[in-house]
Structures are given as structure tokens and as C-alpha cells.
């Protein structure tokens, strides 16, 4: 799979993709992601990839000529789709995840300042994403959140498939993973349930979903309706 990442803020990457699961998926070759700067697809020499908006108003406009020849010039698969980071698009969830690390290439454009021009988005792109409902400074958070939520769902990317089986959001439990213990079994009087301990992996296996959906009752009781 490959994720391209369009931003005027290439290094904002550095750090994250160098560390832990993307890194290491990067190195056993199950994902390529390239960090592409706007400023390269710009003809003026300042490169200036915003404008002001039309109509007056504050901030900063990103432009779509700008964007389209970066998207033209990077779109390579035929299964791919080219999403915009705005908090105007679609909750992300694991679902949209899921379908996501399907494809072979997803293109993820970063706005920035006061935002983009709307043609962008009604011309350009397949989907719109936010990460939650607050404004970010610019995409380039949220489309690290996507492509990390996204990389570990890449077959052989994690190195147990059951870690993806029963965790949070996932199409078996729908609701919150039960709660986990290691050691030590008792920490300041603090016990861990006897029936971890017993070694009995069908009750353990009961345990837990009772555990799991009773945490989802009491803290996402919203995600019920979705099990
Ligand atoms: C300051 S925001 C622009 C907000 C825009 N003026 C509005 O009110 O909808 C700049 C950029 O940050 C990104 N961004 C901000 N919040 C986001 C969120 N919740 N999810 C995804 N992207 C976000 C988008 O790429 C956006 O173009």
C-alpha cells in the first residue's frame, strides 16, 4: 500500500514515522509513504500556495490549481482514494479504517491556515475526514492519526493478528476490549481477578465479553447500538 501525504509542512513527519509499528511497516516494506511538499508543484518564485479570499475575511486560502497538478502527478493506483483532512468531513472511525487499508493508495491532503478553496473539495477529492469536532492549525495531525489507525490494520504490519481481533472498535467486539492485567498479581492490595489466574480459557474467554460490554455500557453506552 502507499500513502502519500501533501502538506507545507514535510517535516511535522519526521518524528512520528520514524518511530514504533509505521516505522517498522516501513522497513519490512508493507506500506511506502511519501511526504510530498506543495510548494513543489508551485511556478512563482515564491512559491505561494495560498491566496486571500475571495469576498474578504481573514487568513489564507489553499489553492486548487496548486493541489490538482500535485494530485495529477501522484495519483498512480487504481485503487486508491484521495481524501481531505478537514473538521467538516466524516467522523473517522476504525470502520473507515478498515476500509481504507483495503486500497493501494490513499492520497491525504493537509489544509492549512484558514483552510481550502471549495473547489478542491468538490472537484478533487473522494472523501472529507476529521478527526474529531475541533479545528486543528492544519491537517497534518489528523493525517498522521489516519495513516498510524490505518498502518496497523495492513496485514502483517502488527505482529499478532489476535492483537486486532478483540481490541477496541473491532467488527468482534463492536464495543470497548476488556480490561487487561500483567504483573504483579497484587499491587498495594490491589488484586487481579482470580480468573485470569485460573489458567480456564473458556471462562476467561466469558470473562471477558461480559467485561467488554459492561464497559461499554457504563462509559460508550452510544456504541451498543452499532454491536
Ligand atoms: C484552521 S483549519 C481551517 C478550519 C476552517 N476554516 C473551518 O472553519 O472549517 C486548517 C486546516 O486544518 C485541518 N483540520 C483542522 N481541524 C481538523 C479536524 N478536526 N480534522 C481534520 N482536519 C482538520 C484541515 O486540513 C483544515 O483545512
Known amino acids: 500500500m502507499k500513502i502519500d501525504i501533501i502538506t507545507i509542512f514535510p517535516k511535522m513527519f519526521t518524528g512520528p514515522f520514524r518511530e514504533s509499528i509505521v516505522a517498522r511497516a516501513q522497513k519490512k ?11 513543489d508543484w508551485t511556478k512563482d518564485k515564491h512559491k505561494s500556495v495560498d491566496d486571500q479570499p475571495f ?12 493541489v ?13 482514494k484521495i481524501i481531505l483532512l478537514t473538521p467538516q468531513g466524516k467522523p473517522f472511525t476504525q470502520k473507515k479504517a478498515q476500509q481504507l487499508s483495503k486500497l493501494e493508495q490513499i492520497i491525504l491532503i493537509c489544509g492549512h491556515y ?10 478533487i477529492v473522494d472523501e472529507e475526514i476529521s478527526i474529531g469536532d475541533y479545528v486543528l492549525s492544519g491537517g497534518e495531525l489528523a493525517a498522521m492519526v489516519v495513516t498510524d489507525t490505518v498502518v ?11 492483537s486486532l481481533k478483540e481490541e477496541s472498535f ?7 476490549e476488556y ?3 500483567t504483573r504483579p498479581a497484587e499491587y498495594k492490595k490491589l488484586l487481579v481477578p482470580k480468573i485470569l489466574l485460573s489458567g480456564n480459557h473458556q471462562q476467561i474467554k466469558t470473562w471477558r465479553q461480559k467485561q467488554s460490554l459492561k464497559r461499554t455500557k457504563d462509559k460508550r453506552p452510544d456504541l451498543l447500538a452499532t454491536i
Open 29 to 39: 516494506s508493507l506500506v511506502e509513504i511519501n511526504i510530498h511538499n506543495l510548494r
Open 55 to 66: 469576498g474578504g475575511g481573514p487568513g489564507m486560502i489553499m489553492r486548487v490549481d496548486i
Open 68 to 80: 490538482d497538478r500535485a494530485v495529477t502527478d501522484i495519483s498512480k493506483q487504481f485503487k486508491k
Open 114 to 123: 484558514e483552510g481550502v478553496d471549495e473547489r478542491i473539495r468538490t472537484q
Open 152 to 162: 496497523r490494520l495492513i496485514p502483517g504490519v502488527l505482529g499478532q493478528k489476535d
Open 170 to 176: 473491532s467488527p468482534a467486539t463492536g464495543g470497548l
Open 179 to 181: 480490561p487487561q492485567y
